[in-house]
């Protein structure tokens, strides 16, 4: 994302400052950081300051997991009021991989999420799915295998998301 001309808001990083964690290594239970709550917290003001850079004039994308169907909708309304461009990531991977991911973040620490294993289980668990309505905006994104799905009309977009893709493998 840093190689595209857009500000990039990391929900991982907005929720740990939003809870007050400014620290490296300080951390509240992932139980905690993690429920709905702080979850909706986090998804308010990460539209909330979407929608000031877009007004600003400036391209945004918001580094979120979005597995709730009224997160993306309020998203997309307000790139919608701010007449700007709205795509939605679909990025998707095995289980596994995904389990293996959070091991090996884990063991290399520094990074700004503290998901673990009981989080995405719960993730899982509590995704929605994409509606046909928001298929329309999707680029699905095997990150596994770096191979993505472009919807009608964003072909564009999935060239420069699996260019960055390819880079960072």
């Given at each position: 994302?840093?190689?595209?001309?857009?500000?990039?808001?990391?929900?991982?990083?907005?929720?740990?400052?939003?809870?007050?964690?400014?620290?490296?290594?300080?951390?509240?239970?992932?139980?905690?950081?993690?429920?709905?709550?702080?979850?909706?917290?986090?998804?308010?003001?990460?539209a909330d300051t979407a929608e000031t850079l877009l007004r600003a004039g400036?391209?945004?994308?918001?580094?979120?997991?979005?597995?709730?169907?009224?997160?993306?909708?309020e998203h997309r309304q307000r790139a919608e009021r701010c007449r700007a461009?709205?795509?939605?990531?679909?990025?998707?991977?095995?289980?596994?991989?995904?389990?293996?991911?959070?091991?090996?973040?884990?063991?290399?620490?520094?990074?700004?999420?503290?998901?673990?294993?009981?989080?995405?289980?719960?993730?899982?668990?509590?995704?929605?799915?994409?509606?046909?309505?928001?298929?329309?905006?999707?680029?699905?994104?095997?990150?596994?295998?770096?191979?993505?799905?472009?919807?009608?009309?964003?072909?564009?977009?999935?060239q420069t998301v699996l260019d960055c893709l390819r880079d960072e493998a």
């Open positions: 994302a840093e190689r595209l001309p857009a500000f990039r808001l990391r929900a991982d990083l907005e929720r740990k400052r939003l809870a007050g964690i400014h620290e490296a290594g300080a951390a509240l239970p992932a139980a905690e950081l993690y429920g709905p709550a702080r979850t909706a917290a986090t998804y308010r003001y990460l400036h391209s945004v994308i918001v580094d979120a997991t979005f597995l709730k169907r009224e997160y993306r909708c461009a709205f795509a939605i990531l679909d990025c998707r991977a095995p289980v596994d991989v995904l389990r293996a991911r959070i091991r090996a973040r884990a063991a290399l620490g520094g990074d700004p999420s503290d998901a673990d294993e009981a989080v995405l289980q719960r993730q899982i668990e509590g995704e929605e799915p994409l509606t046909a309505e928001e298929l329309r905006f999707a680029l699905g994104v095997d990150t596994a295998a770096a191979r993505i799905e472009a919807a009608p009309g964003l072909p564009e977009l999935a």
